[in-house]
């Protein structure tokens, strides 16, 4: 993938890096029926954006695309941000479902037309989604794809039930995180 572009403006931008990371328990290995859990290819993150001049924007990224979208506010319509997944990696591990991310942002300073603050490069405090998608076996019933959605400040732990059978079909405990590269 081609670097991640500058934007074409007179600010001094800054190229940061953010990892993150997502890990539910999935119970699949226990003799419950299989959900076939996957993660989406979305993730949504809370970014200081020097393009509308608003800090705490949701910004949403899909892996493979080369920018960011981000929500603006009601004064500003949602734009392409210079954001992106760098990286995108699901594994299994010990019995959870793992998710590492980068993301590459260009940041600038500036001060929030808003409220006056000033910005950094993620919002403070950060915090990130992404999509948890799953298959339903049910065999009685159609085949039914569901998606829940986890982010890094929930309160936990927290249970995610499949939305037509409802049975647990993935635990949150610890580990989800996101954090600035130094
Ligand atoms: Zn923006
Ligand atoms: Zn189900």
Not at 3 to 8: C, D, F, N, Y
Not at 162 to 167: A, L, N, P, V
Request: proline share 8%; aromatic share 6%; net charge negative.
């Amino acid at each position: 993938m081609a670097p991640l572009s500058p934007p074409a403006c007179e600010h001094p931008h800054v190229l940061r890096s953010v990892e993150i990371s997502f890990r539910v328990h999935d119970p699949a290995g226990a003799g419950d029926r299989f959900h076939n859990l996957h993660w989406g290819k979305t993730v949504e993150l809370s970014v200081d954006c020097f393009v509308c001049g608003r800090r705490g924007r949701t910004t949403r990224l899909v892996w493979g695309e080369e920018s960011g979208t981000c929500s603006g506010d009601s004064q500003f319509p949602s734009h392409p941000a210079p954001v992106r997944l760098s990286s995108f990696d699901g594994s299994h591990e010990d019995g959870q479902l793992v998710l590492r991310a980068v993301v590459d942002l260009w940041s600038a300073p500036f001060v929030d037309r808003r409220d006056g603050e000033p910005s950094g490069a993620m919002a403070d405090p950060p915090w990130a989604r992404v999509g948890l998608g799953y298959l339903c076996p049910d065999r009685d019933l159609q085949p039914h794809e569901g998606v829940s959605s986890l982010q890094t400040n929930l309160v936990l732990p927290l249970e995610v039930k499949c939305g037509r059978c409802d049975e647990a079909i993935a635990h949150m405990r610890v580990g989800s995180s996101i954090r600035l590269r130094a």
